[in-house]
């Protein structure tokens, strides 16, 4: 069976840190895209990060930049995301997603989502 | 960044119809586009990818379309467990975006 399941979710103090983990099971781990996304109480998905197999390919959102880091360790099936300088905004469901690539084509998309950890930055 | 705009942004209707929500692309982003069903407290789960494929599993009821800039998520026949809320994304340019969400409710 196919699973991501996230953890270190939280309540932290504006300005804090917290490390967010997402271990997988039932597939190879080491061939995929992995992501990040959150959804903010009541709004919309937005997404903030990616990291190839290879970790040498990394992007993220402009308003987790210089915040946040994506990281993977593929011996250990695991994808986290340390994020510091924590803000009230950044208050979210944190959510992990495979990026599937369909083999033959360019075709690509979030196939595979854990069930999500809550971060609450709050004093 | 690629701005995607759905609408309606909410759309009631009851078990039997048909509806269609519409998302359009700020540029041209080919047939990069996916399609999201997320239910309150539960992860999104993924419909449609390439603009037209459906996802091994997902009913045939769903069926997406488009190019370019305006694509299309059409459910045909709507059941209880359809009504949720659906999100196009892009994934042709860095960074991914989706759009703001179309929220479907049983009238």
């Known amino acids: 069976q196919v699973h991501l399941a996230e953890s270190g979710g939280g309540l932290v103090q504006p300005g804090g840190s917290l490390r967010l983990s997402c271990v997988a099971s039932?597939?190879?781990?080491?061939?995929?895209?992995m992501n990040w996304i959150r959804q903010a109480p009541g709004k919309g998905l937005e997404w903030i990060s990616y990291?190839?197999?290879?970790?040498?390919?990394?992007y993220y959102a402009e308003s987790v930049k210089g915040r946040f880091t994506i990281s993977r360790d593929n011996a250990q099936n695991s994808l986290f995301l340390q994020m510091n300088t924590l803000r009230v905004d950044d208050t979210a469901v944190y959510y992990c997603?495979?990026?599937?690539?369909?083999?033959?084509?360019?075709?690509?998309?979030?196939?595979?989502w854990g069930q999500g950890t809550l971060v609450t930055v709050s004093s | 960044d690629i701005q995607l705009t759905q609408s309606p942004s909410f759309l009631s209707a009851s078990v039997g119809d048909r509806v269609t929500i519409t998302c359009r692309a700020s540029q041209g982003i080919s047939n990069y586009l996916a399609w999201y069903q997320q239910k309150p407290g539960s992860a999104p789960k993924l419909l449609i990818y390439?603009?037209?494929t459906v996802q091994r599993g997902v009913p045939s009821r769903f069926s997406g379309s488009g190019s370019g800039t305006e694509f299309t998520l059409t459910l045909n026949s709507l059941q209880p467990e359809d009504f949720a809320t659906y999100y196009c994304?892009?994934?042709?340019?860095?960074?991914?975006?989706f759009g703001q969400g179309t929220r479907l409710e049983m009238k």
């Open positions: 390439a603009a037209s």
């Open positions: 997603a495979r990026e599937k690539i369909w083999v033959g084509t360019t075709d690509n998309a979030y196939d595979l």
């Open positions: 994304q892009q994934v042709k340019s860095n960074p991914p975006t």
């Open positions: 039932g597939f190879t781990f080491g061939d995929y895209y």
């Open positions: 990291i190839n197999p290879g970790e040498n390919i990394i």
